[in-house]
């Protein structure tokens, strides 16, 4: 799908306003470059010659060009050629290496983090195809990399690390028992808390009615976890979780309320930045 950043937030994202460049139907996953070679060249085609338009009489000639890729968690290391986020340098952004523990892959926090950027991305892909292996998380060559920067370029999935992957570990490290001995363990309120959410009656704009904590794990969906952090859970945890995690979960969702605003000054950046710098230095 394209979508047109020349148009206001609210139109841009308009079903009406989008357009839609492929499609795949099939029982396996395509080779992203297979959809994504034809559109970009001709998005290239158009960046350069334009489109040739004609509105109240007056020819005009537009031209088109690609600022940025958007990828859930899944296609991008696809469309990008890199290793997916459960391995070894599996950020986009930076070289965390990251550890395998609890059979699984962990990035704890570091003091500093070394970002990638274009040309080690270009070097390490040249590497990569010529000893057959990936260096640093890159496969090789990304038919993207041709149109943009794809660090700078594509964004942080917010549907997956936030809403379906921080806040769905929230829940179940507060309500687990494994996690009894811990400070931050309420599984002993759940009941008191599903009650409070199910009265909740939000307003239209809201895709769906609350549902049970209980099911948190299995059937909400990215919507539910989007009302439950961003409206719900500070109100109802305030005086349920203890005050220096409700400060630290405030922490989280102010971030979050500025960045999905659609008007972001660069001071706004400056705040969030600091907000999120202060998550990392919590120690549960």
């Known amino acids: ?122 070097s390490w892909a040249t590497l990569a195809e010529r000893l057959g292996k990936p260096m640093y998380g890159v496969k090789g060559h990304s038919v993207l990399s041709l149109y943009i920067d794809i660090v700078r370029d594509i964004p942080i999935d917010y549907m997956h690390m936030i809403l379906e992957g921080i806040s769905k570990m929230l829940l179940k490290y507060w309500s687990d028992g494994s996690f009894k001995d811990r400070r931050f363990y309420i599984g002993k309120e759940i009941d008191k808390l599903d009650k409070m959410l199910l009265r909740i009656k939000p307003p239209h704009s809201f895709r769906r009615s609350p549902r049970s904590l209980k099911v948190s794990s299995t059937f909400w969906k990215a919507s539910d976890h989007r009302a439950w952090l961003l409206y719900y859970a500070i109100p109802l945890l305030m005086h349920i979780l203890p005050p220096d995690y409700v400060i630290h979960l405030s922490l989280l969702i102010t971030s979050l309320h500025i960045l999905l605003g659609t008007c972001i000054r660069k001071e706004d950046i400056t705040k969030c930045r600091e907000l999120l710098k202060t998550l990392t230095r919590v120690v549960f």
Request: with cysteine; net charge positive.
């Open 1 to 122: 799908m394209l979508a047109l950043t020349s148009l206001p937030p609210a139109l841009r994202m308009n079903v009406s306003n989008l357009i839609l460049a492929g499609i795949w139907l099939g029982p396996v996953k395509p080779k992203l470059e297979m959809i994504l070679q034809p559109v970009l060249e001709k998005l290239k085609v158009y960046g350069t010659k334009g489109i040739a338009i004609s509105t109240n009489g007056i020819d005009k000639v537009i031209k088109v060009k690609l600022i940025l890729s958007v990828f859930d968690l899944v296609a991008r290391p696809l469309a990008t050629n890199t290793l997916q986020f459960n391995g070894y340098f599996g950020c986009l952004y930076c070289l965390h290496e990251g550890v395998y523990e609890f059979k699984r892959m962990l990035f704890p926090p570091l003091q500093d983090y070394i970002k990638r950027c274009k040309e080690d991305m270009e």
